[in-house]
């Protein structure tokens, strides 16, 4: 099953599924949260009557209490970033202020220089539970979506902790659409970030260093996870910052990424004014 967060036509936030590039509104429920497990988005009716999926403006596909992001969660992305290997995931908070929906344009502050891509597989809580198992880990999961985590790197690196750089308002999409944990197999996806039409990065999340069982029971170990909660699985190798010579973010850019299963996220980069 496929889901898309969405605003009818009077500006309201809603919550339909996708049948072949047709969405069908949910009666009762207007966004995934923690109000919404998975068993309550299971049962919910949908209209009859549908609206194209391109006719509507879309909204990132949850609404989180907790967003967590995985750092060098790849080996080709340690690497090119010249440190060892993780023996423990990496781990730093984003916000749901933070979030956009596919189509929404990625905005450039005018006090970063160094504004960066990351494609990631996005991991989407739909059962709640604490100290969760390994072996239970993905009866959690309501599904996956697909997520660049934009970063300011000028900022991610004026201390040890990185948090400055990843979470600023209105940077990172996620989206375009939810696909249900039955659907797919998350260790055997190829991701690809494409900017502009340029391949910059391309790998198999079968290359990720921390699993997403892993992940699940780790970030349960030290917090309760709920439903609408949203794990950033972290980047392959090929990001800009790393490259030689560098590459960031311009007014204009076009960033697509794209995960086999689920789809592909297209943003604009725009500018964003200084007030």
Same mark, same amino acid.
């Given at each position: 099953?496929?889901?898309?967060?969405?605003?009818?036509?009077?500006? $309201?936030?809603?919550?339909?599924r996708? /049948?072949?590039?047709?969405?069908?509104?949910?009666?009762?429920?207007?966004?995934?949260?923690?109000?919404?497990?998975?068993e309550?988005l299971?049962?919910?009716?949908a209209?009859?009557?549908?609206?194209?999926?391109?006719?509507?403006?879309?909204?990132?596909?949850?609404?989180?209490?907790?967003?967590?992001?995985?750092?060098?969660?790849?080996?080709?992305?340690?690497?090119?970033?010249?440190? /060892?290997?993780?023996?423990?995931p990496?781990?730093?908070?984003?916000?749901?202020?933070?979030?956009?929906?596919?189509?929404?344009?990625?905005?450039?502050?005018?006090?970063? $220089?160094q504004? /960066?891509?990351?494609?990631?597989?996005?991991?989407?809580?739909?059962?709640?539970?604490?100290?969760?198992?390994?072996?239970?880990?993905l009866?959690?999961?309501l599904?996956?979506?697909?997520? =660049?985590?934009? *970063?300011?790197?000028?900022?991610?690196?004026?201390?040890?902790?990185?948090?400055?750089?990843?979470?600023?308002?209105?940077?990172?999409?996620?989206?375009?659409?939810?696909?249900?944990a039955?659907?797919?197999?998350?260790?055997?996806?190829?991701?690809?970030?494409?900017l502009?039409?340029?391949?910059?990065? $391309?790998?198999?999340?079968?290359?990720?260093?921390?699993?997403?069982?892993?992940?699940?029971?780790?970030?349960?170990?030290?917090?309760?996870?709920?439903?609408?909660?949203?794990?950033?699985?972290?980047?392959?190798?090929?990001?800009?910052?790393?490259?030689?010579?560098?590459?960031?973010?311009t007014?204009?850019d076009?960033?697509?990424?794209?995960?086999?299963?689920?789809?592909?996220?297209? =943003? *604009?980069?725009?500018?964003?004014?200084? $007030?």
């Amino acid at each position: 099953m496929r889901y898309v967060a969405y605003r009818d036509g009077n500006g $309201a936030e809603a919550l339909g599924r996708l /049948d072949q590039g047709t969405v069908h509104r949910l009666r009762g429920i207007d966004r995934i949260d923690r109000t919404v497990p998975a068993e309550r988005l299971a049962d919910a009716e949908a209209e009859e009557t549908g609206t194209d999926l391109a006719e509507v403006t879309l909204l990132p596909v949850a609404v989180p209490g907790k967003v967590f992001c995985v750092g060098l969660n790849y080996r080709a992305h340690v690497e090119e970033t010249k440190r /060892d290997l993780p023996t423990y995931p990496v781990l730093f908070p984003k916000f749901a202020s933070n979030l956009i929906g596919h189509g929404a344009d990625i905005l450039l502050p005018p006090e970063s $220089a160094q504004v /960066d891509y990351e494609a990631e597989l996005a991991v989407v809580i739909g059962r709640a539970g604490r100290r969760i198992s390994r072996a239970d880990a993905l009866d959690h999961v309501l599904g996956y979506t697909v997520c =660049n985590d934009v *970063t300011m790197r000028d900022f991610q690196y004026k201390t040890h902790q990185w948090m400055q750089g990843k979470a600023w308002d209105g940077s990172t999409p996620l989206g375009p659409a939810l696909v249900t944990a039955d659907e797919i197999d998350p260790g055997k996806l190829d991701i690809t970030l494409r900017l502009n039409g340029a391949q910059m990065q $391309a790998s198999s999340t079968d290359r990720m260093i921390f699993d997403v069982p892993e992940l699940v029971a780790v970030t349960s170990q030290f917090t309760r996870l709920e439903p609408g909660d949203v794990i950033l699985t972290g980047t392959p190798g090929g990001v800009g910052f790393r490259r030689d010579p560098q590459v960031f973010l311009t007014d204009g850019d076009v960033v697509e990424v794209e995960i086999s299963e689920i789809g592909t996220l297209r =943003n *604009t980069v725009r500018a964003e004014a200084r $007030a």
